[in-house]
């Protein structure tokens, strides 16, 4: 290997992972909590990709470049400091940018632009010092080009839109269990990509406007300290928007002094612990409450939601840990237990053994939960089937 590839390795190496570490590095731990990177790029996988893309275009425009004598008689160090002096400048901007973006309604096309000419920006200084002086000139835009910007737009393009439905259905979830914490910082992102795709039937920008609002009433709502004669009720509710805060220490301190009176203080410390990862304690928690709300669902229809909410719990926790054979014993225990709600358990199980590579079994479940609730889970069910014979070999399915 010749002294100047070495050079363009190394040079191709430092494009991708100046840029990416210094942004990343850059935005912060309110950012990095979310999954977040700096802004526009959102996530940093979506970072990652710009920088790999904008490559090539790099390496034309550099090539261009360096037909040039002015650009010859520059010493190869001053490009790679202008490099790192590009990433600092966008990153101490890159706050006031996210800010810019959450307030506008710019469209997923412009912040595509945007994030591709930063990535050309971030890239170009490290290909000019890869390449050695008095390259033979480009004649004229060509082909070669032409491809170059193709190749740094279009592959991003179709990777953005592919985060869109994912990210918008975390989104929703979160809103729906009112953890407006999480909920924000997915809308962050979908509002970097330009998303239109409504998130809890409101655009994703309006959302974000919607739930950092009442972040803040949350804020309020915990700055003074609960009075020692606090009923049990208020004790919940100010363990409840701990949780939505993301602020679980809090919240546990609170619940483990009610758990030996209450049980929605049980399932409450249950997912505190569970999102705190503490597998173990978590588990024992939904158990706990399981004990005490099993005798009583056959009567009372919010004691059945709440062990259904438990049950669903304890399969979470085994998924998460890779215990996949306890989460099936789970759900099946949960159909057995809770007849009522057997089709909610049977497209749970389906959903399973679809993540888990077993076609045949999932679609029996998934038929299962449609025949049971047909309203319910029947459109969410009969897309599943079809996405899992669409994509297994008509012969295991039959």
Same mark, same amino acid.
């Given at each position: 290997?010749?002294?100047? @590839? ?12 100046? %840029? ?10 309110? &950012? ?146 009112? &953890? ?23 655009? %994703? ?10 972040? @803040? ?9 609960? %009075? ?58 939904? &158990? ?16 059945? @939601? ?30 057995? &237990? ?61």
């Amino acid at each position: 290997m010749t002294g100047g @590839e070495c050079r363009a390795i190394i040079a191709v190496v430092l494009a991708v992972a100046v %840029p990416a570490l210094g942004l990343h590095w850059a935005a912060g731990s309110e &950012r990095w909590e979310g999954g977040l990177t700096a802004a526009p790029f959102a996530w940093l996988r979506l970072l990652v990709s710009h920088l790999i893309t904008a490559l090539p275009l790099g390496f034309v425009l550099a090539r261009w470049l360096r037909s040039l004598p002015a650009v010859n008689e520059v010493a190869a160090t001053v490009w790679l400091g202008s490099g790192v002096g590009m990433v600092g400048l966008v990153a101490a901007i890159s706050a006031g940018l996210a800010e810019a973006i959450a307030a506008g309604t710019f469209g997923s096309g412009p912040l595509l632009v945007l994030r591709v000419l930063l990535a050309v920006v971030f890239v170009l200084p490290w290909c000019l010092a890869a390449l050695p002086p008095r390259t033979e000139p480009m004649l004229h835009f060509n082909g070669v080009c032409a491809v170059a910007i193709a190749f740094a737009v279009i592959p991003c393009a179709v990777y953005a839109e592919a985060l869109i439905p994912a990210r918008t259905q975390a989104a929703e979830e979160w809103m729906a269990s009112g &953890r407006y914490v999480k909920a924000e910082r997915e809308l962050v992102g979908l509002v970097e990509l330009g998303s239109e795709r409504p998130v809890a039937q409101k655009p %994703p920008a309006e959302l974000l406007m919607l739930v950092r609002k009442e972040i @803040e009433r949350l804020q309020r709502s915990v700055a003074y300290p609960l %009075p020692a004669t606090a009923s049990v009720r208020a004790k919940l509710a100010r363990a409840e928007a701990f949780i939505q805060l993301e602020q679980l220490d809090e919240a546990a301190g609170i619940l483990e002094p009610l758990t030996a009176t209450d049980v929605n203080a049980v399932l409450l410390l249950a997912v505190v612990n569970r999102d705190r990862q503490r597998w173990s304690e978590s588990d024992t928690h939904y &158990r706990t409450a399981l004990e005490q709300l099993l005798p009583w669902v056959e009567v009372d229809p919010i004691a059945r @939601e709440r062990a259904c909410l438990a049950f669903e719990g304890l399969a979470y926790n085994a998924r998460q840990q890779r215990r996949q054979g306890e989460v099936e014993q789970i759900l099946q225990q949960a159909i057995t &237990r809770l007849p009522t709600d057997a089709a909610r358990f049977h497209f749970l199980l389906g959903q399973h053994y679809a993540s888990t590579g077993r076609p045949l079994r999932a679609i029996n479940h998934l038929q299962q939960a449609i025949e049971f609730d047909p309203v319910k889970h029947h459109d969410a069910a009969t897309e599943l089937i079809r996405q899992l014979q669409s994509s297994t070999p008509s012969c295991l399915i039959r």
